[in-house]
């Protein structure tokens, strides 16, 4: 196989268990026969739990990590262990090894390493109840994001610009970097009056920082427009990205992005229809923590655009600020 699907592993799986003829021990099929690492599929019994196998020559600390589902992953002397029990949700099981095989296949640094990185993106993705396809909701913003990165983030930043996103590991504003935060809001269709959801009482507080951006977007649907998956393949071919493709590709995963879904999204094209910039200061609506009561935290609110137009800016100030205010080593984490 050379393109590994999480149906293919399911298959490998139940084809491993029906052969198998002793109530006990284990059972094992290589999955990639030209992989240059040895990568099984495995069955142990009595039991019925089961593994992915990489045999590495790399040195790596040995240690286990439990993670949510009944999965267990294990790292013994460059050896790595990815354990399901019976109870395991099958789908999302299959999906996690059709994408560690998937990343194999893709990264250019140590395979057993770049896979413990890999395990270690999964592992927040299912703490936080994700790992199927994504919503309507969730691509639209992920594919709002993407269009932030590839038109400012990467024009602005460069080299810095992948880890300005923040957004997928559940950071406060979708990007940060240095002295400077911006906050991505992207909606379908043509929405008036205009408004975006706000997120807790940190996401609109520049206290901490010398700039504050708000990019509102709206899209539409279009059959000349980009899928989801254009977007995703057209930044991992950015130069700008190259330098920090690994980084990258475990943002897509906390995104909730796996190219073994791409199907799913292949039929949504959408084209940008407006992008607004707003400048965010103390004179713009918004609840900010030192406006709260003591006791009060955790708010959403909904906020009206339309009542925002003093502060509106254009993307040339945008990428301008962006770029001034990149500096490694700062930020908000």
């Not at 050379?2 to 490998?12: E, F, I, R």
């Not at 880890?163 to 997928?168: Q, T, Y």
């Not at 475990?250 to 910039?277: P, T």
Request: charged fraction near 25%.
């Amino acid at each position: 196989m050379t393109h590994v699907t999480p149906q293919d592993v399911a298959d490998a799986f139940v084809a491993i268990e029906q052969a198998r003829a002793a109530s006990y021990g284990s059972s094992r099929r290589r999955l990639l026969p030209d992989h240059r690492l040895d990568v099984f599929l495995e069955v142990r019994f009595p039991g019925r739990e089961r593994a992915l196998v990489i045999a590495s020559a790399e040195r790596l600390g040995d240690r286990q990590l439990v993670m949510a589902n009944g999965l267990t992953c294990s790292f013994q002397e460059g050896h790595v262990e990815v354990v399901a029990q019976p109870t395991t949700d099958t789908h999302i099981f299959c999906t996690l090894l059709a994408d560690l095989v998937d990343h194999l296949a893709r990264t250019s640094v140590g395979p057993a390493a770049a896979v413990v990185r890999r395990i270690a993106s999964w592992q927040r993705v299912l703490g936080r109840g994700l790992g199927g396809v994504l919503t309507p909701e969730a691509r639209i913003g992920l594919f709002g994001e993407l269009l932030v990165m590839r038109d400012l983030i990467l024009p602005a930043c460069g080299r810095d610009a992948v880890s300005s996103w923040r957004g997928p590991s559940a950071g406060v504003r979708d990007f940060a970097w240095g002295s400077w935060g911006l906050e991505v809001k992207t909606a379908s269709g043509d929405r008036k009056p205009l408004k975006c959801r706000i997120h807790g009482e940190e996401q609109l507080d520049d206290s901490s920082l010398d700039y504050l951006a708000l990019v509102h977007q709206q899209v539409r649907s279009d059959q000349s427009g980009s899928t989801l998956c254009d977007l995703v393949d057209e930044l991992r071919d950015n130069p700008g990205v190259a330098g920090q493709r690994a980084v990258f590709e475990n943002c897509l995963v906390e995104a909730g992005w796996f190219d073994v879904h791409r199907s799913h999204y292949e039929g949504e094209r959408w084209q940008l229809a407006a992008r607004r910039c707003f400048r965010v200061t103390e004179e713009f609506p918004r609840l900010v923590p030192h406006l709260l009561p003591n006791g009060i935290s955790g708010l959403s609110y909904d906020l009206d655009l339309g009542t925002c137009g003093q502060a509106l800016v254009g993307e040339a100030e945008v990428l301008a600020e962006l770029g001034a205010g990149s500096n490694p080593g700062e930020g908000d984490g």
